[in-house]
Every structure is written in C-alpha cells, then in structure tokens.
C-alpha cells in the first residue's frame, strides 16, 4: 500500500443509512461525525473528493410507490431526503474545519448552491469538499445513477461504492453463508449475472465511461483511506483498458 493516493479526483457514494448508525432511520449525530472524521483524513492526503448521498434513512421513493404513491411524487421526496442529509454531512465536515459545498439538481438557493458543473470543479481544484445533493434532479433515477453520472461529469478517476457488506458476492452473503467473494469484476459480468453492485444504469454509465467502480464495506474503520492510498479491499469493478490495479 502506497503512502501516498493513487487516485487525484474520487467520487464517494454513501447510503442514506450510512448516517442513521444501528437504528436504521434518521441521523445519528454520532456516527455522522465519525463518518466525518474518516472523510476529514482522506481529503488531508491532498486528493479531491466529491461525494453522493442517499436518502433512505428518511424516505425511499420506491416504498412510496409501491404503495400507490404517484412513482415522480415520490422520488422528489427522496431526492429532498438526499439535501437533509447532505446538511447533515456538511455541518459535520466543516464543524472539523473542512471546507465544504453542497450543490443540488433541484434549486433551493438559501440553503445550497445549484449544480453547476464547472463551479463544483473548481471547488474540487481549490481543496473543497463538494456533496452533490437532489439526486440527477428528475425522478425514475437513483443515487447510484447520480454518483455515476457526476463521476463522469466531473472527470472522477474512481467511483467508490461504501456498502455495508465487504465487496460483491455471487449471492447474498447475508443469507448465504456459502457466497463467493470477487476481488475484481468486469461490468459486464455484473450485468449480465445480476449482481446487486448498483442498478443497472449506475453500471452501464461506469461501463461506457470507463470509470472503475471500488465497493467495499464503510463499517470497518478506516477503509475509506484504505481503498484511496491503494489497499486491495472490497471488490474492484472494471472493463477499460486502463483500470487494472
């Protein structure tokens, strides 16, 4: 493992229940701070970091749908579920004196910057932390497609999947004691086998970018730096000519 990065610009996808902690819902201040202080020493290497947040610590739009709700209706409340926990991630960030930006899809001016693509990386290129908020801003699209989308908007050398298991698995590890691990995939074979990497869109928009995808399991201290200074954890997801580690 190097001392020093192995990637310049990383865009770091996060569940919505990454900031809930054990319960599952809402914000645990605690576990945001912790979280934060792991994002505080890997922006200390001197790479830029841009970062992706779910929202179904508070709201899924698909529950919501598949309760009637009207399918749009429902993924706008979850893209606004994104920006409360894109605060929540900032107030966390900039309370350790890390310099942050959120910018959302869908303008709320008083709180956020709009998306501006050149404008998040020019923050990027000046140290700032930029946490993209409200999803693409149009419903039908996850924040997995989101990540994807502004890794290839922002030019991102690597996507990083933080997940709560320690890679991809041909099967659920959580039923399946049995599951084989990959240490490396190629898009194709995640699609074509299923595999719960992300949605299949999130995949494709890697695959035709050529943008590695690295997931590994936020829940084990330190790995976020782990993966940026080169560490061969989780599982790394592949297919251009240039991603082999």
Same mark, same amino acid.
């Given at each position: 493992? @190097? ?8 865009? =770091? ?16 201040? #605690? ?13 200390? =290497? ?19 749908? @598949? ?12 893209? =606004? ?79 990083? #999947?933080?997940?709560?298991? @320690? ?13 084989? #691990?990959?240490?490396?995939? #190629? ?59």
């Amino acid at each position: 493992m @190097s001392d020093e990065p192995i990637y310049e610009r990383v865009i =770091l996808k996060l569940s919505g229940e990454a900031l809930a902690g054990e319960r599952g819902v809402g914000i645990d201040p #605690k576990v945001v701070h912790d979280l934060a202080e792991e994002i505080k020493e890997v922006v200390q =290497l001197g790479m830029q970091l841009a970062i992706v947040v779910g929202g179904g610590n508070i709201w899924r739009g698909a529950s919501g749908w @598949s309760r009637g709700m009207d399918r749009a209706t429902a993924d706008y409340m979850g893209m =606004l579920a994104t920006c409360i926990n894109s605060l929540a991630l900032q107030d966390a960030l900039e309370s350790q004196y890390v310099m942050t930006r959120v910018q959302t899809a869908i303008e709320m001016r008083e709180v956020a910057e709009p998306y501006i693509r050149r404008r998040a990386i020019r923050h990027l290129e000046k140290g700032r932390v930029v946490i993209f908020a409200a999803g693409t801003g149009n419903p039908y699209f996850s924040t997995d497609t989101t990540a994807a989308l502004r890794a290839a908007e922002i030019e991102a050398d690597v996507m990083l #999947k933080a997940t709560n298991t @320690s890679g991809v698995y041909d099967s659920d590890p959580f039923r399946n004691p049995d599951a084989k #691990k990959y240490d490396e995939i #190629k898009y194709l074979d995640v699609l074509n086998r299923g595999l719960m990497v992300m949605d299949s869109t999130a995949t494709s928009l890697c695959m035709d970018n050529d943008i590695p995808i690295v997931v590994f399991d936020l829940g084990v201290r330190g790995n976020i730096r782990r993966v940026i200074l080169g560490e061969e954890i989780g599982t790394y997801v592949r297919g251009g000519k240039d991603c082999e580690r």
